[in-house]
């Protein structure tokens, strides 16, 4: 019998998200096997842990990669256009909006999208 399914945390999220934006290698360009032993293994140093497998951490990985590029999409259109007296605080109150209103639910992976938005992986 499977465990209970614990929820992601943002250090968690970030912690993925950074050893995949550090590695030279892109996801799309080895073996899915080896990406995700060298993701694991990264996850496992630097959350001192083991509870999540290699493919769960593949699956957030797969999932939280494509809602970020949809958020990042929106964000980039925002910021392309921006209102003279605008902050930075405002276009991510307008990005949130938008992502809400087209995807019918809020954006809950800015801690992971802060580290990937830069990133074409």
Request: glycine share 4%; with cysteine.
């Given at each position: 019998m499977r465990a209970?399914?614990?929820g992601?945390?943002?250090d968690e999220e970030r912690a993925l998200a950074q050893y995949v934006s550090e590695d030279p290698i892109h996801d799309n360009d080895q073996d899915s096997t080896i990406f995700k032993e060298k993701v694991w293994l990264n996850f496992c140093q630097r959350m001192k842990n083991k509870?999540?497998?290699p493919d769960?951490?593949?699956?957030?990985?797969?999932?939280?990669?494509?809602?970020?590029?949809e958020f990042n999409g929106i964000y980039l259109n925002v910021i392309r256009n921006p209102q003279s007296d605008a902050t930075e605080v405002d276009f991510m109150a307008k990005v949130r909006h938008i992502y809400k209103a087209k995807v019918r639910r809020a954006f809950v992976n800015e801690?992971?999208?802060?580290?990937?938005?830069g990133n074409r992986k």
């Open positions: 209970p399914c614990k992601w945390a943002n509870y999540r497998d769960s951490l593949y699956s957030k990985w797969r999932t939280a990669k494509q809602v970020a590029m801690s992971f999208w802060g580290v990937v938005k």
